[in-house]
């Protein structure tokens, strides 16, 4: 269990229905040996109460920045020493607007200013919020800036709906402190903005340090990611494990490359390069006919979702009910093939550069091979899935098969693979060209 004994946490609460979480939260911090003070915006204080928020940390609440303590000028700041972290659960797509500018116009906002411990966000709110231009620049900003970002999860929604924007559960809030906690002992800010200085050079330089065969100025790519959800009534529907990171890892390192990338997009709680375009789909079919629009002017093509392979050939308009069924106990679902987007633009007259992806339980590079030339695709990336590798993990490994060529891409963090693979794609590109 995670030990935070010794730990100071301001724990920041903002104005959503996910606010009632921060009350399990709280409870699970201060099990785990926390010392935690809570501070409520007023909008919180709609959602809970400063009473109950008061009993469980066993200090009183903050909310107001004109204190009388304040009046000497030490409250917001002697809080932002004390913390050794600032996590901030849920926060509200109005107070992830005022911190990414800088405005410290109550006391939460000010003590994200005042502060040199990391500072966490768990946004929450309904997925148009979330997914809204506006909320997406603010979170990129955050991101630059070093604040840790707990991406909201996909699910129900308060409003009803199904989509990004749900807060993370408290344990998985807690699994993401863990792992803060191991890494953030002794940060400060000086450290943070070294970092963040040497991060930007570092890519800096790698971009000044390409060669003109990896470069992809001028160059559109049209890429699809995520997995996609094939209906079977209006609640339910089949799909399958991809994450999407990949593909998304891979949008942001064709993008530092150079390239103008349109991605296409499966459901899932992603944050793309402000300069990537994203396209929404949810069924194959949808995807098919956004690829089948877009492909004519585009110079690469990676096909990077996990489409599912067949779709229920009549979704029930009606939910399904199980009382009908009740004298069955199996409910047959007749399955229909769906497109293969991959094969219709590789088979194109005049086709881009089509790389494909295979994920495999097994033998994976023979299937990749047989894959790789029964659609006549450019290049093909493979991996194994399956016993914790490939879906649903932050780490990869792909063998790379091209006619005549292939290169292993050994285990590594899924951006740094993609930024080899991205650069991959643009050799074989060029040469492509040039032949
Ligand atoms: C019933 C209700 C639920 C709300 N839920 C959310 C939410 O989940 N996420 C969000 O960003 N805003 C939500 N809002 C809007 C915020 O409360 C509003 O933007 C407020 O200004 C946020 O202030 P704060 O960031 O200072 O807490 C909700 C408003 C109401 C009335």
């Not at 405005?103 to 929450?124: K, M, V």
């Not at 997009?265 to 098919?288: F, I, K, N, Q, Y």
């Not at 088979?347 to 990749?368: I, L, M």
């Amino acid at each position: 269990m995670l030990n935070l004994t010794g730990k100071n946490i301001v724990l920041g609460i903002t104005g959503g229905i996910a606010a009632y979480k921060a009350i399990i939260l709280l409870r699970q911090l201060k099990a785990a040996g926390a010392e935690v003070q809570v501070v409520i915006t007023d909008a919180a204080q709609a959602f809970v109460t400063p009473l109950t928020l008061q009993v469980l940390s066993n200090h009183p609440v903050h909310n107001n920045l004109f204190t009388p303590q304040a009046q000497s000028g030490i409250d917001h700041i002697e809080l932002a020493n004390w913390a050794n972290i600032l996590l901030i659960a849920p926060a509200s797509a109005d107070f992830i607007a005022r911190i990414a500018n800088g405005l410290a116009n109550d006391l939460l906002a000010t003590l994200c200013l005042a502060t040199t411990a990391p500072i966490i966000l768990a946004p929450a709110m309904n997925q148009n919020m979330w997914l809204h231009p506006a909320t997406q620049s603010n979170i990129q900003i955050l991101k630059i800036r070093q604040v840790q970002i707990l991406e909201p999860e996909m699910g129900i929604q308060a409003c009803g709906t199904v989509g990004p924007g749900r807060m993370l559960e408290p344990e998985a809030i807690m699994a993401a402190l863990a792992s803060n906690v191991t890494k953030n002992t002794t940060q400060d800010t000086n450290r943070l903005y070294s970092n963040l200085d040497s991060n930007l050079d570092n890519l800096n330089s790698n971009l000044d340090n390409l060669r003109p065969e990896q470069s992809l100025t001028n160059t559109k790519v049209l890429m699809t990611a995520g997995p996609t959800r094939e209906p079977i009534d209006p609640i339910r529907y089949i799909s399958n494990r991809s994450s999407g990171r990949m593909g998304y890892s891979l949008a942001q390192a064709l993008e530092e490359l150079g390239a103008q990338v349109s991605l296409i997009s499966g459901p899932c709680a992603l944050s793309v390069p402000l300069s990537v375009e994203r396209l929404w789909v949810e069924t194959a079919l949808d995807m098919e006919q956004a690829v089948q629009t877009r492909i004519s002017d585009c110079q690469i093509f990676i096909a990077t979702a996990a489409v599912a392979d067949y779709r229920v050939a009549n979704p029930s308009v009606q939910k399904i009910k199980k009382s009908l069924q009740s004298s069955e106990d199996t409910l047959t679902l007749n399955l229909i093939k769906n497109p293969d987007i991959l094969a219709q633009v590789a088979s194109r007259p005049n086709p881009p550069f089509t790389v494909g992806f295979a994920a495999e339980t097994q033998d994976v590079e023979a299937y990749a091979k047989a894959k790789l030339d029964s659609k006549k695709l450019s290049m093909i990336a493979a991996n194994l899935v399956g016993a914790g590798q490939g879906f649903e993990v932050t780490e990869n490994a792909l063998l790379v098969l091209w006619p005549g060529g292939q290169r292993n891409l050994v285990k590594q963090p899924k951006l740094s693979l993609a930024r080899n693979l991205a650069r991959l794609i643009a050799e074989r590109y060029h040469a492509q060209i040039k032949s």
